[in-house]
């Protein structure tokens, strides 16, 4: 074995043995929140045992997210109170590995889940779109990260709840627009620049007030800087940026890391499994600019 690839097998192992011994800690903690609505009657206990399911499902099903980032979402699903309208809705579902765990906790909660996926992989790129020009600068190649629906409608079937769900196939261009009823929370991993902006313009203005909007590419500054763009909201929505908690870095999950871009290093033994997320109704937008008032001032005198 070459040195490269004992370096690669050590981190493989590190991380592997980092996210074991630490699960039990993650979930115990992660699990704990005063805001958990009483009306749900997720006593603590039945949160730490939602949250080894979690854990297993995530060994059982691939997902493009950590169970811990699952878990993060439950946990935001369980504050919002029972009165307030809104299905949760997940764009970009791979082979169904969020969509499992996430419909358990909307099973337990009485929420409809709506999956938005193409089922067949990344959309061909759009110009101007410089991750979807990356990932197929040699060309379009169907069924990257696809799953079929049906091969994501059976892992819900043997692992989450069923029952719950309703799926919705197609390109977002094409589906979203078409989207009906409230959202209370969205779950958006879906790579590109184009998705991203397709699911924003159609589905963001069918989330509640106090709705949660969470985002897998919190490591990509350039794609988080939407949610503090004050021209997108205004040019859009006629509203400012609402920010996006955990942009960078992700919330913090119990996982060990200094510099998030290390996931991209396989030979590091650090990495994130996190996520970020934005509240609906909240607004990251900078007002003090002092010289302004100075100048101002100095006009009036």
């Known amino acids: 074995?070459?040195?490269?690839?004992?370096?690669?097998?050590?981190?493989?192992?590190?991380?592997?043995?980092?996210g074991f011994l630490t699960?039990?800690?993650?979930?115990?903690?992660?699990?704990?929140?005063?805001?958990?609505?009483?009306?749900?009657?997720?006593?603590?206990?039945?949160?730490?045992?939602?949250?080894?399911?979690?854990?297993?499902?995530?060994?059982?099903?691939?997902?493009?997210?950590?169970w811990r980032a699952h878990l993060v979402i439950a946990m935001k699903l369980l504050e919002i109170p029972p009165e307030t309208p809104g299905d949760v809705v997940e764009c970009g579902c791979w082979k169904g590995g969020a969509s499992v765990n996430i419909s358990l906790v909307c099973k337990l909660i009485g929420r409809?889940?709506?999956?938005?996926?193409?089922?067949?992989?990344?959309?061909?790129?759009?110009e101007g779109d410089v991750i979807a020009e990356k990932t197929f600068k040699k060309?379009?190649?169907?069924g990257i990260f696809g799953g079929t629906l049906e091969e994501v409608q059976d892992n819900i079937r043997r692992y989450g709840a069923y029952d719950v769900c309703s799926f919705h196939q197609g390109w977002f261009e094409n589906t979203t627009p078409h989207h009906e009823g409230d959202i209370c929370l969205m779950f958006i991993d879906v790579d590109f620049y184009?998705?991203?902006?397709?699911?924003?313009?159609n589905l963001w203005p069918h989330v509640v007030d106090g709705g949660f909007v969470f985002l897998d590419e919190y490591l990509n500054l350039p794609y988080?800087?939407?949610?503090?763009?004050?021209?997108?909201?205004?040019?859009?929505?006629?509203?400012?940026?609402?920010?996006?908690?955990?942009?960078?870095?992700?919330?913090?999950?119990?996982m060990h890391y200094t510099d998030p871009t290390i996931r991209f290093q396989p030979t590091q033994m650090?990495?994130?499994?996190?996520?970020?997320y934005?509240?609906?109704?909240?607004?990251?937008?900078?007002?003090?600019?002092?010289?302004?008032?100075?100048?101002a001032g100095a006009a009036e005198g």
């Open 194 to 201: 184009s998705s991203l902006h397709d699911v924003l313009i």
């Open 278 to 295: 934005c509240i609906k109704g909240q607004y990251a937008l900078w007002d003090f600019y002092p010289d302004e008032k100075e100048e």
């Open 139 to 142: 060309g379009f190649i169907p």
């Open 23 to 66: 699960a039990p800690m993650a979930i115990f903690f992660l699990t704990y929140s005063p805001k958990v609505h009483p009306g749900y009657g997720m006593t603590w206990p039945r949160r730490i045992a939602l949250g080894f399911r979690f854990w297993l499902n995530n060994a059982r099903v691939t997902s493009g997210t950590s």
């Open 224 to 254: 988080c800087a939407v949610f503090y763009s004050e021209k997108y909201w205004d040019k859009y929505f006629k509203c400012a940026p609402p920010g996006l908690v955990g942009a960078g870095t992700g919330v913090q999950v119990g």
């Open 112 to 126: 409809r889940m709506k999956i938005y996926d193409s089922f067949e992989g990344l959309p061909p790129p759009v």
């Open 270 to 276: 650090q990495g994130p499994d996190s996520i970020s």
């Open 1 to 18: 074995m070459n040195n490269n690839k004992l370096k690669k097998s050590l981190a493989k192992f590190v991380r592997a043995t980092h």
